[in-house]
Nanobody, 121 residues
Framework: QVQLVESGGGSVQAGGSLRLSCAAS????????MGWYRQAPGKQRELVAA???????NYATSVKGRFTISRDNAKNTVYLQMNSLKPEDTAVYYC???????????????WGQGTQVTVSS
């Protein structure tokens, strides 16, 4: 079974930084893309940042210039460096990976359990 395990959430004051990590483990043939989503109370889950196996990145407008996504393909791990955090960044952050478990199989999206990020003003 594939598992995504996140770490690095916590509480920080506005202007501070946090680094999230997410490691994928299990039966994995290839990971096409990995990303971070977040969901604040009463709001829909939204994409924060994503990165392909080739290193192409995509960011939500609200985090551009403050967050950086990176990936270690050898470790099946994705990172999210969050700087200049704002109270509106407070949310549960979820890791996602689109991967295939064996050659020729269709890709599926897997999700981590989520990690809380709280930014106080």
């Amino acid at each position: 079974q594939v598992q995504l395990v996140e770490s690095g959430g916590g509480s920080v004051q506005a202007g501070g930084s946090l680094r999230l990590s997410c490691a994928a483990s299990g039966v994995i043939f290839t990971i096409a893309a990995m990303g971070w989503y977040r969901q604040a109370p009463g709001k829909q889950r939204e994409l924060v940042a994503a990165i392909t196996s080739g290193g192409s990145t995509n960011y939500a407008t609200s985090v551009k210039g403050r967050f950086t996504i990176s990936r270690d393909n050898a470790k099946n791990t994705v990172y999210l460096q969050m700087n200049s955090l704002k109270p509106e960044d407070t949310a549960v952050y979820y890791c996602s990976a689109r991967l295939t478990e064996r050659p020729g199989a269709r890709p599926y999206d897997y999700w981590g359990q989520g990690t809380q990020v709280t930014v106080s003003s």
